[in-house]
């Protein structure tokens, strides 16, 4: 269960970071973009998702304009946009997300890249609810080698993929 009054204060605590450096840099400035995500995950966290959608599409706006449409950072935000559209129960458009977001980290970063592993655990969730158990199990057993590979079995993230993809049989 999240510290909602933590996360709260946190949001708080970067928005007025965030509207303090928009006042300096202007509104469409590069640098604004991860602390755009960050806020964009907290009011994700927050159960707020309109407000976390607005967010990541200014962040994936800004990265894509200051880092290119093939960049990790830009394919980092898809995926938080999908994690957003997975919740909401968009399972079409929550996979076109993580399908993007694999298909650029595994071109920038190689397939052995923990980034990589990160989506096709969250592709294999939503392959999962649409019903395909073989394709998510494919993906959560990538996963689960990079994650042995780069963290190691006894990594909190390495364990919670070994346990979904037990849970599939």
Wanted: with cysteine; proline share 5%; charged share 30%.
């Amino acid at each position: 269960m999240p510290d909602l009054p933590k996360l709260r204060a946190e949001r708080a605590e970067l928005e007025f970071a965030v509207e303090s450096r928009q006042r300096e840099l202007g509104p469409d400035h590069p640098e604004l973009a991860p602390d755009l995500r960050a806020l964009g995950r907290l009011a994700h966290e927050l159960g707020e998702f309109e407000d976390a959608q607005a967010l990541l599409h200014r962040a994936l706006a800004l990265f894509t304009e200051s880092v290119g449409a093939e960049h990790p950072e830009t394919a980092t935000t898809i995926n938080h946009i999908g994690l957003i559209l997975h919740d909401l129960g968009d399972l079409d458009a929550a996979g076109a997300a993580f399908e993007r977001a694999l298909a650029l980290d595994e071109q920038s970063l190689g397939r052995e890249h923990v980034n990589v592993a990160r989506d096709c655990n969250n592709l294999a969730g939503v392959l999962r609810d649409m019903g395909d158990r073989y394709a998510a199990k494919e993906a959560l057993d990538w996963a689960l080698s990079v994650y042995m590979t780069q963290l190691g079995p006894d990594h909190p993230t390495t364990k919670s993929v070994r346990r979904n993809r037990n849970l599939l049989g």
